[in-house]
């Protein structure tokens, strides 16, 4: 009997500490679907897919010396899989190394002859093109010409570029890694440790955004048959699976998308998974992705509806083909999430083609000025290998002008684990000074809104005082940067120090040593939960100088602030900001009505200033200890839930006076 060829595939998995662990869905769906087929499962035998990150040698030592190695790559684990790759093909030059994922550029050659391990580069949908792979295996022991496969010629080394295999449209043969149990080896590795999960619908995307390889094979949208999904969901369901990250590219946009909603909030309701689900949703359908989110509503994997607005200036839309999104739907949300009370956050891109200074600024307030109780993200734009941003064409047009961030979690990460993400720090329309400057704006706009830490603050200025957002953080960071000694100007300062650095690191493989801190703060979303960590050690103090810092900067505008509002300004700031604190109900005594004021211009309505005592009740039921408020601060996969200052609520005077009266007879008595 002929020996069977081995397989080993590799999957690893983004970095976790402690995070959920994903389990290899990509690998594990194409072995699914190649095993369909009697001649893989007569000539192939499948080890155990390699996904979890562990000591490297380990791995090297785990993977041994297959016939086919088949590494999935994208951009959390290129740099490791190219290490792995080259230490398994030194010890068995024999062994037949095949790259796929959406990593390594479509009908490029580059990684080839950068990777002298690397045979093979199977592109596009990995199934079909992975079982032609494992045939001309089987048959003549080595690569060949292929559709959607860019090789190695055994012959004489040279490159042979393949044209780009197309989409299959039935997605119906393709058998479910969870229903075949390909699932169940992946999930007993992790031996207890938190896992997440992949949930397929659909494939494809309508949409051609430049910064975004999901729309690189096309826009020819197909779906998985509903069966499936929903015996999908069950699986994960039954297995407790923490965190659910959703590969489709709109969800919402599909009509059956609320029954999938509604299948996910009935296997909760069963078995109390999954609790975190992780999708992008629709650009353009904002009732429907409103009315498809709704049977999740009283589940905790509703933790808000996400809005993929990315920039809010016509001539980026334009550069970077987003043009087809529709603005009206966006705001359309946002005032339906604020009649409703539905939490939303905007992401936000900093860094796209035609995308200004001033323009980024003015979009960055787009939506906290519609809902103040809304939440902006923004990440800086990191170029992908299969965007159409990353062409040659692309970057002379725009004048792109990147920096290389290396991801290493910790300082004894060994080396062969770092990855490198590169990132867009000048364009044509936004130059290298003016994009550090708006990593500063966008770190105190997330520090003071999202992170909830200046809130109330904000609320006064624009929602009742009418001062323009963009003037009042540009005249917030003009005083901070002339004040480096106060808390808040020392943070800005590490931020900028950041990005002086951030700026230098040009080279791609470039490692830092252990001993070289990484400029984490020149990401303002990173930099903003850093200093919300640590201005929490000194919160009274931070009430302070955010109260005078509002005083400023309404004097220097023209709106100088009552000395009552402004005192009690400072109390709210004080007493209501989410912090780590022991359990508390503390009655505070107030010189106006503001905390009535603040409430009702969060919900759109105006409440005119009085002036008098007033009284109002705080309370925290719970203690929250420093662990829980950083881990609280760092969840990146939360979009800042649960950060919301405590609530003041007007004190019952009758009652409170009842109150004095009865301690006052228990004195005497």
């Not at 490297?56 to 951009?75: E, H, I, K, N, T």
């Not at 990777?115 to 199934?127: C, H, K, L, M």
Request: one cysteine or more; hydrophobic letters at 40%; aromatic letters at 8%.
């Amino acid at each position: 009997m002929l020996k069977k060829r081995l397989v080993q595939m590799v999957d690893i998995s983004a970095p976790h500490d402690n995070s959920p662990i994903t389990l290899p869905y990509a690998t594990s769906s194409i072995r699914a679907y190649v095993e369909t087929f009697a001649d893989i499962r007569d000539n192939f035998t499948f080890a155990p897919t390699i996904f979890i990150r562990e000591d490297f040698d380990a791995m090297v030592d785990r993977a041994g010396r297959p016939d086919l190695l088949a590494l999935s790559c994208y951009v959390w684990n290129f740099n490791t899989s190219m290490a792995l790759a080259a230490e398994v093909k030194r010890r068995s030059p024999r062994t037949i190394v095949v790259l796929g994922g959406p990593h390594p550029k479509y009908g490029d050659d580059t990684v080839l002859a950068a990777y002298p391990a690397v045979d093979g580069i199977a592109q596009g949908e990995g199934e079909a093109a992975f079982l032609d792979v494992l045939r001309m295996i089987a048959t003549d022991g080595k690569l060949g010409p292929i559709d959607g496969l860019t090789f190695r010629d055994p012959q004489d080394g040279s490159f042979r570029v393949s044209q780009l295999r197309g989409r299959p449209g039935d997605l119906s043969t393709r058998p479910s890694p969870y229903g075949v149990g390909l699932m169940d080896g992946p999930l007993a590795e992790l031996n207890g440790r938190q896992a997440a999960a992949l949930l397929e619908s659909n494939r494809g995307c309508p949409f051609q955004c430049t910064f975004c390889d999901w729309g690189s094979l096309g826009s020819k949208m197909a779906e998985f048959p509903i069966e499936r999904v929903f015996a999908d969901i069950d699986w994960i369901s039954s297995n407790g699976i923490h965190t659910v990250w959703s590969a489709d590219s709109n969800f919402g946009m599909r009509k059956r998308d609320k029954e999938i909603a509604a299948h996910l909030a009935d296997a909760y309701r069963r078995n109390g998974y999954p609790r975190r689900l992780v999708a992008s949703t629709s650009k353009n359908s904002s009732r429907a992705v409103l009315d498809a989110l709704r049977p999740l509503a009283h589940t905790p994997m509703f933790r808000g509806l996400t809005l993929s607005l990315q920039t809010n200036s016509e001539a980026a839309l334009r550069d970077v083909k987003r043009q087809n999104i529709k603005h009206s739907a966006y705001y359309e949300m946002l005032d339906h999430a604020r009649a409703t009370g539905t939490r939303t956050y905007t992401e936000m891109i900093l860094g796209l083609p035609g995308e200004t200074l001033a323009s980024f600024k003015e979009g960055l307030v787009v939506s906290i000025d519609r809902n103040p109780h809304s939440s902006v993200v923004v990440y800086r734009c990191t170029v992908l290998p299969n965007a159409e941003m990353a062409s040659t064409t692309d970057r002379a047009r725009f004048g792109l002008s990147t920096a290389w961030l290396s991801d290493r979690g910790s300082p004894d990460l060994d080396p062969r684990f770092i990855e490198s993400h590169e990132i867009v720090v000048g364009t044509n329309a936004m130059p290298e000074p003016d994009w550090g400057e708006a990593v500063e704006y966008a770190w105190l706009v997330v520090l003071l809104h999202s992170l909830r830490l200046g809130h109330p603050a904000l609320l006064l200025l624009r929602h009742v005082m009418g001062l323009n957002y963009v003037t009042i953080f540009d005249s917030m960071l003009n005083i901070l940067r002339q004040r480096p000694d106060r808390l808040l100007g020392a943070q800005l300062r590490y931020t900028q120090r950041a990005i002086a650095q951030f700026l230098t690191l040009r080279d791609p493989a470039y490692r830092p040593p252990p001993s070289e801190n990484l400029p984490w703060r020149a990401d303002p979303d990173a930099s903003a939960r850093i200093s919300r960590v640590k201005l929490a050690e000194f919160s009274d103090q931070c009430a302070a100088e955010l109260t005078m810092l509002s005083s400023a900067v309404a004097q220097t505008l023209g709106h100088p602030i009552d000395m009552a509002v402004r005192d009690d300004l400072f109390l709210i700031l004080r007493h209501t900001t989410f912090r780590p604190v022991q359990a508390f109900d503390q009655v505070l005594e107030f010189k106006t009505n503001l905390p009535d004021v603040l409430d009702a211009a969060g919900a759109g309505r105006s409440v005119a200033i009085k002036h008098g005592p007033t009284q109002y009740r705080v309370k925290c039921p719970e203690g929250i200890s420093p662990d829980a408020f950083q881990d609280r601060i760092k969840d990146n996969a939360d979009f800042f839930v649960d950060l919301d200052p405590f609530s003041l609520h007007a004190e019952d005077k009758s009652a409170h006076a009842e109150d004095k009266t009865a301690s006052a007879e228990a004195r005497l008595a």
